[in-house]
């Protein structure tokens, strides 16, 4: 099977990203997030926010495709940790479309996000990851990431959520 190609996200690609934005995060969190607020997610008020973010300065979004169609996105940004400084980006999101999990996809997507930072000067990438989500904390360790003692608790739609921090050299 074909490898996945990673560009940067365009206008036409921002329903399918919300998509998987929503899809993922009612595979990925089910049992870790309310079920009444994973059942109400809304594509249409994601991609909303996709658009909002798309132009922002320093604001890169890349999509994994194959067959022209759009398995996953990552979005990479100048670290937003009070304790980086300007040598650290972060990854902000990743997410693949739950039936393509496991295909290749995330790993592409981080590759070309550690290549874009490499690129842009950065020494270092950080990521913030649910505390209860190992499935995504073993992927992240398989690729080279690294908890690196920051922990935080982020309010999402009204839940305390504890979020670990992990760190990847990308000099």
Request: some cysteine.
């Amino acid at each position: 099977m074909a490898a996945f190609a990673v560009r940067p996200a365009l206008l036409n690609d921002i329903d399918a990203i919300a998509r998987i934005h929503v899809r993922s995060w009612q595979h990925a969190y089910r049992g870790q997030i309310p079920d009444a607020v994973l059942d109400a997610l809304d594509p249409a008020e994601r991609a909303q926010k996709w658009l909002e973010w798309l132009d922002k300065p320093g604001f890169l979004l890349q999509v994994a495709v194959r067959d022209e169609a759009v398995a996953g996105f990552c979005s990479l940004i100048p670290s937003r940790d009070h304790d980086a400084s300007d040598e650290v980006g972060e990854v902000a999101s990743l997410y693949v479309d739950p039936a393509r999990w496991r295909s290749g996809a995330g790993t592409a997507l981080m590759a070309a996000a550690v290549a874009e930072a490499r690129a842009a000067g950065k020494r270092a990438v950080t990521l913030w990851v649910l505390t209860s989500n190992t499935s995504a904390r073993q992927f992240y360790e398989r690729i080279g990431f690294v908890p690196d003692g920051g922990s935080k608790v982020e309010t999402i739609r009204g839940l305390a959520l504890p979020h670990l921090r992990y760190r990847r050299d990308v000099s």
